[in-house]
């Protein structure tokens, strides 16, 4: 593979932030500032090829509509879930998308776009934009993780992004925090996402339900698959006793997880985004209170902790950091 270089006379980077559903590219400014997004499907059930020609379309269609010829985009930058060797370009592993096995990402897009492609994992590529653009802005120690289907993790420890000796750096989600706790996708039992993320918070609720507990959210009656966090987030905003419950509890969790996590890193602000995190403070108060009662070696307060700031966009601004520090690093 012969890897293009980026290009320093542009003035605009490609973003893209690849999710297991859907594939969102921007065009952004040297300042962070998106000019232009755009989505596709990604297609994970097709393989590599199908999800990468959305990524070429997304990317394209973001340049136009951004006026952006090749010539003048810097990099493209991309958010890839999984574990990688990013410098090849070789995705080693990413758990929801089919015959991602030691697969080649960048080659196939600098072909087609003609511009140079760099790659980091999704979460750590949040992390960077974060740090550069939103939350984590003027801090040198910054720990980020992010809520959904699973809680990944990001670090930034002395300025710079660590990733591992083999890019499995701040794999946080997968921490014990409960040795009896359910099982986890990975097969262990009791790890921070088993116990903290979507499918737990709604499994909280459901077993709720399920023993009869007076709530707003048995009037979905048997179509149980209803129940998101979201359904559970309003229902606790009108104060349903069990959604506060199972929101109290999830706080917990994530408390004795954040607790774990300063006495490791010592960071100066640590961040939560992802779609769960848009539960405001029925969820961060229960987490502040566990993170101060458990956090005494490296005490809470030397800690801030606070809800992502970019948003969905942390992802595509992220990616136009990996080639803003490439760029950084020529000179």
Same mark, same amino acid.
């Given at each position: 593979?012969?890897?293009?270089?980026?290009?320093?006379?542009?003035?605009?980077?490609?973003?893209?932030? $690849?999710?297991?559903?859907?594939?969102?590219?921007?065009?952004? &400014?040297?300042?962070?500032?998106?000019? !232009?997004?755009?989505?596709?499907?990604?297609?994970?059930?097709?393989?590599? &090829?199908?999800?990468?020609?959305?990524?070429?379309?997304?990317?394209?269609?973001?340049? #136009?509509?951004?006026?952006? !010829?090749?010539?003048?985009?810097? /990099?493209?930058?991309?958010?890839?879930?999984?574990?990688?060797?990013?410098?090849?370009?070789?995705?080693?592993?990413?758990?929801?998308?089919?015959?991602?096995?030691?697969?080649?990402?960048?080659? *196939?897009?600098?072909?087609?776009?003609?511009?140079?492609?760099?790659?980091?994992?999704? @979460?750590?590529?949040?992390?960077? /934009?974060?740090?550069?653009?939103?939350?984590?802005? /003027?801090?040198?120690? @910054?720990?980020?993780?992010?809520?959904?289907?699973? $809680?990944?993790?990001?670090?930034?420890?002395?300025?710079?992004?660590?990733?591992?000796?083999?890019?499995?750096?701040?794999?946080?989600?997968?921490?014990?925090? &409960?040795?009896?706790? =359910?099982?986890?996708?990975?097969?262990?039992?009791?790890?921070?996402?088993?116990?903290? !993320?979507? &499918?737990?918070?709604?499994?909280?609720?459901?077993?709720?339900?399920?023993?009869?507990?007076?709530?707003?959210? #048995?009037?979905?009656?048997?179509?149980?698959?209803?129940?998101?966090?979201?359904? %559970?987030?309003?229902? #606790?905003?009108?104060?349903?006793?069990?959604?506060?419950?199972?929101?109290?509890?999830?706080?917990?969790?994530?408390?004795?997880?954040?607790?774990?996590? %300063?006495?490791?890193?010592? *960071?100066?602000?640590? %961040?939560?985004?992802?779609?769960?995190?848009?539960?405001?403070?029925?969820?961060?108060?229960?987490?502040?209170?566990? @993170?101060?009662?458990?956090?005494?070696?490296?005490?809470?307060?030397?800690?801030?902790?606070?809800?992502?700031?970019?948003?969905?966009? #942390?992802?595509?601004?992220? !990616?136009? @950091?990996?080639?803003?520090? =490439?760029?950084?690093?020529?000179?």
């Amino acid at each position: 593979m012969t890897k293009l270089h980026p290009n320093p006379k542009g003035k605009y980077i490609v973003g893209v932030d $690849i999710g297991g559903t859907f594939i969102k590219a921007a065009l952004l &400014d040297r300042q962070g500032h998106i000019v !232009a997004v755009t989505r596709r499907p990604a297609h994970a059930e097709r393989g590599v &090829d199908a999800t990468l020609s959305m990524v070429v379309e997304a990317a394209r269609e973001a340049m #136009a509509e951004g006026k952006a !010829a090749a010539d003048q985009v810097c /990099g493209l930058g991309m958010g890839v879930p999984g574990r990688h060797q990013s410098e090849e370009g070789i995705c080693i592993y990413s758990p929801n998308f089919m015959g991602w096995t030691n697969v080649q990402l960048l080659q *196939p897009v600098e072909e087609q776009l003609g511009v140079a492609a760099f790659m980091r994992n999704d @979460v750590k590529t949040a992390t960077l /934009g974060e740090h550069r653009f939103g939350a984590g802005r /003027g801090f040198r120690h @910054v720990v980020m993780i992010t809520l959904g289907t699973g $809680i990944g993790g990001g670090a930034i420890i002395d300025g710079e992004l660590r990733l591992g000796s083999s890019e499995g750096f701040s794999e946080v989600g997968h921490m014990t925090v &409960d040795p009896h706790g =359910r099982q986890c996708g990975c097969g262990n039992h009791g790890c921070w996402e088993a116990m903290a !993320a979507r &499918d737990a918070i709604i499994e909280r609720a459901v077993r709720a339900i399920q023993t009869g507990r007076a709530t707003a959210l #048995a009037a979905h009656g048997q179509n149980l698959s209803a129940i998101t966090p979201a359904v %559970i987030y309003e229902a #606790a905003q009108k104060g349903d006793a069990v959604a506060r419950e199972v929101l109290e509890e999830t706080g917990m969790y994530l408390g004795i997880g954040v607790a774990n996590l %300063i006495q490791l890193y010592n *960071p100066e602000v640590f %961040i939560i985004g992802g779609g769960i995190a848009q539960a405001g403070e029925l969820l961060f108060d229960p987490l502040r209170r566990t @993170v101060n009662a458990r956090a005494q070696m490296v005490p809470a307060s030397t800690c801030q902790i606070v809800p992502a700031a970019l948003g969905d966009d #942390a992802g595509v601004i992220g !990616a136009s @950091v990996l080639v803003l520090e =490439r760029l950084q690093a020529k000179g």
